[in-house]
């Protein structure tokens, strides 16, 4: 696979659309095109109150990070507020310099607790692997993450990286880092995380946006301050986690036992 940097812009929820351009400006100034991911949400959050409004901004929103994917050759990767036929969605876009705006996947697992279900519409299917310079990527957001079913699915695609984005809670962090790990070894490949920071409708945000590779080791990790980071795929983490065992397939576990 070719050589791809990733990274993460770990903001705290955004009230305003132009509060996203000093982070294009950071990533306009970095050395190399990468693909940058914001967390779940970030403008406007979990305001459900207004949800309309939010979803009407993020349509003005949408556009600039379409035309900075554009104009500069970097891919951006975020969920937003999405409206259709009167539903609302958590849908995850990527924005991308050479095939436009792809609407990838909407948000399957709803956080009951936080009353996502009683707004939001869940996706109708798993997401699709995008696939950029040879690197294959599966997603998911936030709450997806607790259930392995839905990238285990994905993995018949054989991805080498997941992507997801989140508004996890301080409260249960030792969640948010124990499941990345997890996802990352049992599908041997990396797992590049953003999580929102700060204060917000569901309480504070844990941050700990990171980069873990497929043997579970972490390439890099923010703490709960605003802050970017990057890194640079390696093939070859991948290449010999799976030549030593691949644990991805079983010889004794017939598929049909799932149903």
Known sequence: MDTLCVGVCQTPVMNKVEEINPWLDKITGQDKKSLWVFPELFLGGFDYEHKELWTDKCLKLKDIMAGFAKDTGNILGASLWCRKNSRYYNTFYLFTPDQGVLEVYSKLHLFLPGKEN??????????????????????????????????????????DLFVINAQWPQARIEHWLTLL???????????????GMGSSALGKLAGHSCL????????????????????????????????????????????????
């Not at 869940?122 to 607790?146: N, T, V």
């Open 118 to 159: 009683e707004h939001f519409t869940a996706g109708e299917s798993p997401p699709q692997a995008y696939q950029w310079k040879d690197i294959k990527m599966g997603f998911g957001i936030c709450h997806d993450l607790r259930y392995p079913e839905l990238f285990l699915i994905q993995n018949d695609s054989e991805p």
């Open 181 to 195: 790990k997890a996802r990352a070894i049992e599908n041997q490949c990396y797992v590049l995380a953003c999580n």
């Open 212 to 259: 873990i590779t497929s043997w579970g080791k972490t390439e890099f990790i923010l703490n709960e301050n605003p802050g970017m980071k990057k890194a640079t795929l390696d093939e070859e983490v991948i290449k010999n986690d799976r030549k030593m065992f691949d644990s991805r397939r079983s010889p004794f576990f017939d598929m049909k036992f799932r149903k």
